[in-house]
Nanobody, 122 residues
């Protein structure tokens, strides 16, 4: 069992940056961790994922080169650094945990946080 709590969302101007954090309880270091987002009226979509060791990372094409996922297993925390933010990045961002070795699809994630709102103004 893993309990996830996201933080760090907020309102930022286009071109700005935010860093999201996801604090986890349980056997955090055993899980692949991912970030997903859901904009109003749209389906939840994959943003980024990181392997249990942090050695492998995966990104959606829409955020590649702008977002960076990282984790600190000693602090049971995963981060998402978001640079060069665009209005189309506006969404609720969710942290999730997967027992799969590689997981970019939503259905492979067993545990989810409650989400944090990110709003990018133009």
């Amino acid at each position: 069992q893993v309990h996830l709590v996201e933080s760090g969302g907020g309102l930022v101007q286009a071109g700005g940056s935010l860093r999201l954090s996801c604090a986890a309880s349980g056997r955090f270091s055993s899980y692949t961790m991912g970030w997903f987002r859901q904009a109003p009226g749209k389906e939840r979509e994959f943003v980024a994922a990181i392997s249990w060791s942090g050695g492998s990372t995966y990104y959606a094409d829409s955020v590649k080169g702008r977002f960076t996922i990282s984790r600190d297993n000693a602090k049971n925390t995963v981060y998402l650094l978001m640079n060069s933010l665009k209005p189309e990045d506006t969404a609720v961002y969710y942290c999730a945990a997967s027992s799969s070795v590689v997981a970019v699809r939503l259905r492979f994630y067993e545990y989810w946080g409650q989400g944090t709102q990110v709003t990018v103004s133009s």
